[in-house]
Structures are given as structure tokens and as C-alpha cells.
């Protein structure tokens, strides 16, 4: 907080008391807030002509041929709130690679045929060694 500011809260907490600590601006909505008007045009325009694009490709539309220049995520959240779009799926921290688990499983399922073989392959060499029965 610089003097300045200080001096000015100090000032206002003088005239005006505790209440004039609290943040003015609560209640207030956005002034980056896109109008009403732009939001329909937006959804109509997406419902009507460009109902096939990726949302990341709309956004490119609206900013170099139709002049609308809002963010990518706020016309994500706008898509996403009234249900044109789907949310993506949530993943989990720790994400496999796709051909990767399958192919261990199936190199682990495969030596572990060639070890059983191999072990009912050799007993009958112990049983001789050793004379047990059988």
C-alpha cells in the first residue's frame, strides 16, 4: 500500500468511519462484463451458422471476421452455460499412455506362460535328482 492510498483509507476512515473500510465496489457488476446484447448475438450466431465448429475455432471466427473481441474463455463459459457445449471430462493427476499398459500387461501375461511352462518342464529333472516319489 503506498502513502498515498494510506493517507486517503486514513481520511475516509475520519470522515466517514469503519463502514467506509469496506470494499465499495461489492454489488457492482463487471465493467469488463459482456452486454446482454453482444451475449445473444454470440449464442444465436453459434446456434444458427457455426454449430459444427470447435469452440476454439468459433472464437477465431468471432474475432477476425464478425469483430467480436472477447476472450476465449468467456465465450467458452457463455457456450458451456447454457448447454451448446460440453464440459470436457475431468482427468485424473496421473494418466497413462494408451498403448503402453495395454502391451505391459500382455509382455507380463506372456512371461509369466513361458515361466509356468518352463517350471512343469523341470520338476520332473528335480524329482529325478532328488528321488522323491511321484
Not at 475520519?14 to 473500510?21: A, K, Q, V
Not at 465448429?53 to 467480436?68: A, D, P
Request: glycine fraction near 6%.
Amino acid at each position: 500500500m503506498s502513502p498515498r492510498h494510506l493517507r486517503r483509507v486514513l481520511q475516509r476512515y475520519r470522515h466517514s468511519g469503519f463502514d467506509s473500510l469496506l470494499d465499495r465496489r461489492k454489488g457492482r457488476p463487471s465493467a469488463k462484463r459482456m452486454p446482454w446484447a453482444v451475449a445473444e448475438q454470440v449464442l444465436c450466431l453459434y446456434r444458427e451458422e457455426y454449430f459444427d465448429f470447435s469452440v476454439r475455432h468459433f472464437h477465431e471466427k468471432l474475432r477476425e471476421e464478425l469483430g467480436i473481441d472477447y476472450s476465449y474463455p468467456c465465450i467458452k463459459l457463455l457456450l458451456q452455460g447454457v448447454g451448446l457445449v460440453m464440459k470436457a471430462r475431468k482427468r485424473g493427476p496421473h494418466r497413462r499412455r494408451a498403448g503402453a499398459s495395454a502391451h505391459g500387461r500382455h509382455a507380463v501375461a506372456h512371461r509369466r506362460q513361458h515361466s509356468v511352462a518352463a517350471c512343469k518342464n523341470l520338476l520332473p529333472c528335480y524329482d529325478d535328482v532328488l528321488d522323491l516319489p511321484t
